[in-house]
């Protein structure tokens, strides 16, 4: 079965979190490291949440292969 959650986070608060995981990466020994520090700071259910934002965010800047959500 899968589960698929009905919680919508605000665009602001994903902006946010990908910004602060560009900003801490530095202090932390991995990038999920971060991830996960900013999940748990910004009360963002779990650690994936906030990696499928850094990602998508990563694709949209070009520096990722995938579907871009900029037109």
Same mark, same amino acid.
């Given at each position: 079965?899968?589960?698929?959650? /009905?919680?919508?986070?605000?665009? &602001?608060?994903? &902006? *946010? $979190?990908?910004?602060?995981?560009? &900003?801490?990466?530095?202090?932390?020994? /991995?990038?999920?490291?971060?991830?996960? $520090?900013?999940?748990?700071?910004?009360?963002?259910?779990? $650690? &994936?949440?906030?990696?499928?934002?850094?990602?998508?965010?990563?694709?949209? $800047?070009?520096? *990722?292969?995938?579907? /871009?959500?900029? /037109?």
């Amino acid at each position: 079965m899968k589960f698929v959650s /009905s919680k919508k986070y605000p665009p &602001e608060l994903r &902006e *946010r $979190a990908v910004r602060m995981v560009a &900003e801490v990466r530095d202090q932390h020994e /991995s990038e999920w490291a971060a991830i996960g $520090a900013v999940a748990d700071l910004l009360g963002v259910g779990t $650690a &994936e949440t906030v990696r499928k934002w850094v990602r998508q965010d990563q694709v949209d $800047a070009g520096a *990722r292969p995938g579907t /871009s959500r900029r /037109s």
